[in-house]
């Protein structure tokens, strides 16, 4: 077999790095994982204070009601914080980006699906109990398996480090056993504080590399 | 298909390559607007290289082929000119793809 790269190779090879650094673009400055980490950290003091919610009719309307809220505002915020965020420090330094955003219809889709998978998972332990203190592990796949899917286009050791972190933290996590609300406390605040830390380091490289524009 | 046959394919489909796109710095600045929805002059500056003057003149071509929108906007308090390929860009950079694809395909090893 001949080594040497054909022509075609070289130019889709070129056509895709020069994309992958576009797409990589958007995790260069560390500010979506300091922004996202902090917020994790949050999910886990939310789960600290659960646990000290006395258990029965309060804990169910926290787990319930208030958790799925919680949610869904930090998803907002976070957005609303990295665009916020990015417009102050990058886009006057290095340009802005905007991306090609998923179909609508896909958009509406991954939260029904999660909804739908959370739902059956809740179902099932409320059948055999002996599977929550599997929870940790449930969370850590997802989280991991997120991080592998923002790897999938950028590339970045960080994520994929991150992704093994946050699997092998919900296997530990569920291999050791304890309660639920705990578990959430220590592998939520965890995985956050090194989300977050990764993305101050990636912040100070940045802004190290890109200094403000002239005039600023 | 022999091996002249195919040479002289791929000389014939060279010739018909979209010239627009096929100058390197239009095509570097074609591939980076694919991958995006929007990119404003400084990110371009910054990923194509390109010295102002370059990147401007190769944006005015790209517009005048309908490749390339090109609006001058506000990001909070700052301005920006936002570059975005056309649907016809994108359907021009596709067809360049596999133009190539196919020529380089029939050219003898």
Same mark, same amino acid.
């Given at each position: 077999?001949?080594?040497?790269?054909?022509?075609?190779?070289?130019?889709?090879?070129?056509?895709?790095?020069?994309?992958?650094?576009?797409?990589?673009?958007?995790?260069?400055?560390?500010?979506?994982?300091?922004? &996202?980490?902090?917020?994790?950290?949050?999910?886990?003091?939310?789960?600290?204070?659960?646990?000290a919610v006395p258990q029965g009719g309060p804990r169910a309307v926290v787990s319930g009601l208030v958790f799925p809220a919680f949610i869904v505002g930090l998803?907002?915020?976070?957005?609303?914080? &990295?665009?916020?965020?990015?417009?102050?420090?990058?886009?006057?330094?290095?340009?802005?980006?905007?991306?090609?955003?998923?179909?609508?219809?896909?958009?509406?889709?991954?939260?029904?699906?999660?909804?739908?998978?959370?739902?059956?998972?809740?179902?099932? &332990?409320?059948?055999?109990?002996?599977?929550?203190?599997? &929870?940790?592990?449930?969370?850590?796949?997802?989280?991991?398996?997120?991080?592998?899917?923002?790897?999938?286009?950028?590339?970045?050791?960080?994520?994929?480090?991150?992704?093994?972190?946050?699997?092998?933290?919900?296997?530990?996590?569920?291999?050791?056993?304890?309660?639920?609300?705990?578990?959430?406390?220590?592998?939520?605040?965890?995985?956050?504080?090194?989300?977050?830390?990764?993305?101050?380091?990636?912040?100070?490289?940045?802004?190290?590399?890109?200094p403000p524009p002239e005039g600023a | 298909m022999n091996e002249s046959a195919g040479a002289s394919e791929a000389r014939q489909g060279l010739t018909e390559v979209?010239? !627009?796109?096929?100058?390197?710095?239009?095509?570097?600045?074609?591939?980076?607007?694919?991958? !995006?929805?929007?990119?404003?002059?400084?990110?371009?500056?910054?990923?194509?290289?390109?010295?102002?003057?370059?990147?401007?003149?190769?944006?005015?071509?790209?517009?005048?082929?309908?490749?390339?929108?090109?609006?001058?906007?506000?990001?909070?308090?700052?301005?920006?000119?936002?570059?975005?390929?056309?649907?016809?860009?994108?359907?021009?950079?596709?067809?360049?793809r596999d133009h190539l694809r196919r020529v380089v395909a029939n050219l003898p090893e």
């Open positions: 077999m001949n080594n040497s790269k054909s022509p075609r190779h070289s130019l889709d090879e070129q056509v895709q790095q020069v994309q992958r650094r576009t797409v990589r673009y958007w995790f260069e400055d560390g500010l979506a994982e300091l922004i &996202i980490g902090a917020f994790f950290v949050l999910i886990g003091l939310y789960f600290a204070v659960a646990g998803g907002l915020a976070s957005r609303r914080l &990295i665009g916020r965020a990015k417009e102050g420090l990058v886009y006057p330094r290095t340009g802005y980006v905007s991306y090609v955003r998923p179909p609508a219809r896909r958009r509406w889709l991954t939260p029904i699906v999660a909804g739908i998978v959370g739902a059956l998972l809740v179902a099932l &332990i409320r059948r055999a109990p002996s599977l929550e203190s599997w &929870i940790p592990a449930l969370w850590g796949l997802p989280v991991g398996g997120l991080f592998l899917l923002m790897n999938r286009s950028a590339r970045l050791l960080r994520l994929s480090f991150l992704a093994a972190f946050s699997a092998l933290t919900g296997l530990l996590l569920a291999l050791r056993g304890g309660s639920t609300e705990m578990n959430g406390a220590i592998f939520f605040t965890l995985v956050g504080l090194v989300m977050a830390a990764g993305g101050a380091l990636a912040l100070r490289r940045y802004l190290r590399h890109a | 979209d010239r !627009v796109i096929h100058e390197p710095a239009r095509l570097l600045i074609a591939t980076i607007l694919y991958a !995006v929805e929007s990119a404003d002059f400084l990110f371009l500056l910054r990923e194509s290289g390109l010295s102002k003057g370059n990147l401007s003149s190769h944006l005015s071509r790209l517009e005048g082929a309908g490749y390339v929108a090109i609006e001058k906007t506000f990001r909070g308090k700052i301005p920006l000119t936002i570059c975005r390929l056309t649907e016809s860009g994108r359907e021009a950079f596709r067809a360049y």
